[in-house]
Structure formats: structure tokens, C-alpha cells
């Protein structure tokens, strides 16, 4: 795996420092009064090191999707990591599912999902703003390349869903429960909703909506806390700072009889 043309790539420094770089072929990088040439770093083998005209060493990396993310361009603030891989694993997302989202705002769910579901799925991604869909596929195609298994409908999803019999449906809206009984008609049985949101009056709000649906159970509501530690010699402690709250996820279920005590799991 060597850096190419025209992708982007990282270049981890000291105190962990990671500064992101766009590669074109007869540019110069400038980085504290040194320079290396962009032809130097094309076709650098994924983590060799490279030394500037000062001296100074970086290592050159293609980034993982996660790094890419925190560092790429946005038109909205984006979805962490850390909600990014819960997602994944709580709303079930594999290799040929059909998942419609909405919104899309920088592009960081849609990215996740595409490499889940593979080129055999689907997703297609509902945003009013022409802004932020624009941003989300420039983020996407310097990443992913060309992919043709996304669809971009540029149109309110509170207004209907196009797609029947889809297998999963991932929110980050503000207000989610409108979209409820759009739901209720796209899913097919047993395919998962899944919201995201940041405050505890709009969960209530979607919980409430899913319960009074009659078409819902399984619901669970949680939050992901994601806290680094140092490690050191004999220095072990946590991290100073941490990544913690950041939004709540609800995931429910579309039963073919729901009750009520299909809500709570209980123990066999």
C-alpha cells in the first residue's frame, strides 16, 4: 500500500500531534520552516518515515477511517468515532443490507455504513441542505473513491421515505419521531430504527413516539463514553481529558406483534 496522488494522508508529529495533508503531484508541503516535496511522499510505502528539509522526521500514514474523519473537511459537525462503531454493531449493519439515513452532514455515517453493507448493500442518504451534501460527497469520494451503491436524495425524509422493505434506519436529526410513522411503512419486519440525538427531552420524545406507534419494541436508550489511559513505565493512569458524552442512541425494532413487555428484556 504506497500514498498516491490526489488522496489524503497523515503525518503523526510529537504529543500526538496529527497533521492531515491532501498529496498533489508538484506541490511542496511547508511545515515550520521545512519543506519536502509532495512527489517525495507519493508512492511512499503506508508508514515509512520521511524526513523534511530541516531535519525533522514524520511518518507517513494513509489514514483509517476513524483518523480521517476527525480530521476531514466539514460543513457539520460530524459523528465520533466512538458513536460511528456503536452504531454499526446496535443497528446490525452487514455486508448487503439496504440502510436509509438522513441527514448526512459531513459524511461520516454515510462513509461507515458504505464499507459495512459492502458494494452488494445499499444506502441512501436523505439531506434538505445542499451545502452539507455537497461537503459529505466531496469527503466521500476523496476517501472511498467512486461508489455505486450510494443514492443521495436531496429531499425532507419527514416528508415521506421512497424505499419500502429497507433493513435498517439511522436518524441524526433533531426531531426523529416525526419520521416514526415514515418508519413504520419503510421497514420491513424485524429491521432496526436507530436514532441519534444529544439531549434527554428529544429521547423522550422519540421513545414516546416508537412506544405509541404500534409497531416497535426492544427499544433501548444508552450513551457511549469513550476514556484514553496513559501508559508510561510505571505511570498508569487515565487520560486527562476524555471524549464523553456526546449523544444518546435509541435502537428499537419493528415486531410483528409488539406488546408491551417486548420493551424490557428480561432474564431467561
Not at 498516491?4 to 500526538?16: L, T, V, W
Not at 416525526?178 to 441519534?196: D, K, M, N
Amino acid at each position: 500500500m504506497t500514498l498516491r496522488d490526489g488522496e489524503r494522508g497523515i503525518f503523526p508529529a510529537r504529543k500526538g500531534r496529527v497533521y492531515p495533508l491532501t498529496l498533489r503531484a508538484g506541490k511542496i508541503h511547508q511545515h515550520s520552516g521545512q519543506t519536502i516535496p509532495h512527489d517525495r511522499l507519493i508512492g511512499t510505502e503506508d508508514g515509512a518515515t520521511v524526513t523534511l528539509s530541516g531535519g525533522a522526521v514524520f511518518v507517513a500514514l494513509r489514514p483509517t477511517l476513524a483518523e480521517y474523519i476527525m480530521k476531514m473537511p466539514r460543513g457539520a459537525q460530524v459523528i465520533y468515532p466512538k458513536d460511528l462503531a456503536t452504531i454499526l454493531l446496535w443497528a446490525d449493519i452487514y455486508p448487503g443490507a439496504t440502510v436509509v439515513e438522513a441527514g448526512i452532514g459531513s459524511g461520516a455515517l454515510t462513509m461507515t455504513l458504505l464499507r459495512a453493507v459492502g458494494e452488494s448493500g445499499r444506502v441512501i442518504s436523505y439531506e434538505i441542505r445542499d451545502d452539507f451534501a455537497q461537503r459529505a460527497l466531496d469527503n466521500i469520494a476523496m476517501y472511498l473513491g467512486k461508489v455505486g451503491h450510494h443514492v443521495l436524495r436531496r429531499q425532507d425524509i419527514n416528508l415521506g421515505i421512497e424505499e419500502r422493505e429497507i433493513d435498517r434506519l439511522v436518524l441524526d436529526l433533531p426531531e426523529p419521531w416525526q419520521v416514526v410513522p415514515e418508519a413504520v411503512r419503510a421497514l420491513r419486519t424485524g429491521g432496526i430504527f436507530l436514532s441519534y440525538l444529544p439531549t434527554v427531552p428529544q429521547v423522550v420524545k422519540v421513545v414516546e413516539a416508537l412506544q405509541g406507534s404500534g409497531a416497535f419494541g426492544l427499544i433501548e436508550t444508552f450513551e457511549t463514553l469513550h476514556r484514553p489511559w496513559n501508559i508510561e513505565g510505571r505511570s498508569v493512569r487515565p487520560a486527562l481529558r476524555m471524549v464523553a458524552h456526546t449523544a444518546f442512541l435509541t435502537v428499537a425494532r419493528k415486531l410483528v406483534t409488539p406488546v408491551a413487555v417486548f420493551n424490557e428484556i428480561e432474564p431467561a
